[in-house]
């Protein structure tokens, strides 16, 4: 089983930028869709975006669509999430997940990371 490790949690005001790097080991990634999803307090985990294994397709959240960018470098095993104009709405952690196909539910992806924390003040 894959083990994923999230990294560049953050407390970042309205506005501003941040990058989620999520490194994958144990496993192959290059053969694997990928996600992000991410979870408030209170609430359930939603999904965020997702890619399948040649970054020939992503899929976003109508939420974040036009916000956040999912990415992907297979020379380094690793998944990014690009998180642009952040809003106090898009506070939670942040989890990566590896999947066979790319989807938002969390019922498809086998492995996951165990989360970073995103932090937006007004």
């Known amino acids: 089983q894959a083990q994923l490790v999230e990294s560049g949690r953050g407390l970042v005001l309205a506005g501003a930028s941040l990058r989620l790097s999520c490194v994958v080991s144990g496993r192959p990634f290059s053969d694997r869709a990928a996600g992000w999803f991410r979870q408030a307090p209170g609430k359930e985990r939603e999904f965020v975006a997702a890619i399948d294994w040649s970054s020939t397709s992503t899929y976003y959240a109508t939420n974040v669509k036009g916000r956040f960018t999912i990415s992907r470098d297979n020379t380094k095993n690793t998944l990014y999430l690009q998180m642009n104009d952040l809003k106090p709405e898009d506070t939670a952690i942040y989890y990566c997940?590896?999947?066979?196909?790319?989807?938002?539910?969390?019922?498809?992806?086998?492995?996951w990371g165990q989360g970073t924390q995103v932090t937006v003040s007004s």
């Open positions: 997940a590896v999947g066979v196909v790319p989807s938002n539910a969390p019922a498809d992806y086998a492995s």
